[in-house]
């Protein structure tokens, strides 16, 4: 009676959390006032650019150097009061007060948004350090497989435990990872948009960017699930290698599926994983079995790893 009551209360207070989130207080209307050229030029950059007045940086690189005088004044070689600039120059102000003037592709090479999640895409999508994690991972992974066989240890999809948050988890990168790159290559400046001005409420998204975020917290509750299940089945000498190596088996989806969608290879080989993951743990994963003398799940009779009664 008691935990049907606490049950009722927790689907009453979840129920609420998401009415109140999704409620949507409509804007009062005021009347349509014209716009001046300059204030629909700036919503325009807003737009295209996605950054506009009083946007916050954070230099990425050693320096960031900026011209003192306008634009016209560094560019126009001719006594002239029309010139042609390529590039869009912008102007940014330095903590101490100090203005200057730099182009945008100069700027945008130099500096990343000072928002934490834009700042963790910024590191993540980094050429020189997704090699490096995949030269990492390819090494970690052969290391890794090479001492659990001599052992015998358990490892996802191979000598996996019976539980399928594991497995799970390792899908779920996988797909996150592919969507990633499909986001940048089809929604380009959604991406861009995002990375301006992140947010982690798929609600507050559109199309792949919305299913992304919703991949993104799904990797973080599955990976909670994973983890609380590994400490049921596994002992704390089996459970640590047995987490290190679903990690390594993360990170190396996360590099594979990434780089293999660029070329358009990742959609096929993203089937061929589902299917090879979900045969390894329906057809050589479930246990058969339950122990006689403590209750846990065997794949075969024999010796309980967990209490070592014989079970015939």
């Known amino acids: 009676m008691l935990r049907n009551k606490v049950l009722l209360l927790v689907v009453a207070a979840l129920t609420m959390i998401l009415l109140a989130?999704?409620?949507?207080?409509?804007?009062?209307?005021?009347?349509?006032?014209?716009?001046t050229d300059q204030q629909l030029d700036s919503i325009t950059f807003a737009r295209t650019h996605h950054y506009t007045f009083n946007y916050n940086f954070v230099v990425s690189e050693d320096s960031l150097v900026l011209t003192l005088q306008m634009p016209e004044e560094a560019v126009s070689e001719l006594p002239?009061?029309?010139?042609?600039?390529?590039?869009?120059?912008v102007q940014l102000a330095h903590?101490?007060?100090?203005?200057?003037?730099?182009?945008?592709?100069?700027m945008l090479e130099r500096v990343e948004p000072d928002d934490p999640i834009s700042q963790f895409i910024s590191f993540f999508s980094d050429e020189h350090r997704?090699?490096?994690?995949?030269?990492?991972?390819?090494?970690?992974?052969?290391?890794?497989m090479?001492?659990?066989?001599?052992?015998?240890?358990?490892?996802?999809?191979f000598n996996d435990i019976a539980t399928f948050y594991p497995t799970l988890l390792t899908l779920v990168v996988a797909i996150a990872a592919t969507l990633y790159s499909s986001i940048q290559m089809f929604a380009p400046e959604a991406w861009r948009e995002f990375y301006f001005h992140p947010s982690l409420n798929p609600f507050s998204q559109r199309g792949l960017l919305a299913v992304f975020i919703m991949s993104v917290w799904a990797m973080l509750i599955v990976a909670i699930a994973a983890v609380d299940d590994?400490?049921?089945?596994?002992?704390?000498?089996?459970?640590?290698?047995?987490?290190?190596?679903?990690?390594?088996?993360?990170?190396?989806?996360?590099?594979?599926?990434?780089?293999?969608?660029?070329?358009y290879v990742g959609y096929l080989l993203l089937a061929v994983y589902v299917c090879f993951a979900l045969w390894r743990y329906l057809w050589h994963t479930q246990s058969k079995y339950l122990c006689g003398n403590c209750g846990k799940q065997l794949k075969a009779k024999g010796r309980c790893p967990y209490c070592g009664a014989m079970n015939e």
Not at 21 to 28: F, G, I, L, T
Not at 130 to 144: D, E, K, N, P, T
Request: one cysteine or more; hydrophobic letters at 50%; a positive charge.
């Open 21 to 35: 989130a999704c409620y949507h207080k409509p804007a009062a209307r005021r009347a349509a006032t014209p716009l």
């Open 80 to 89: 002239t009061d029309s010139f042609a600039v390529k590039s869009v120059w």
């Open 95 to 106: 903590e101490m007060g100090m203005f200057g003037w730099v182009h945008e592709s100069e």
């Open 130 to 144: 997704l090699i490096f994690m995949c030269l990492f991972v390819l090494v970690f992974f052969s290391y890794a």
């Open 146 to 157: 090479i001492k659990l066989n001599q052992r015998q240890g358990y490892i996802v999809h």
């Open 230 to 263: 590994t400490l049921r089945h596994l002992n704390m000498g089996d459970a640590v290698p047995y987490l290190v190596g679903l990690a390594g088996v993360c990170a190396f989806n996360y590099v594979v599926f990434t780089i293999s969608t660029m070329f």
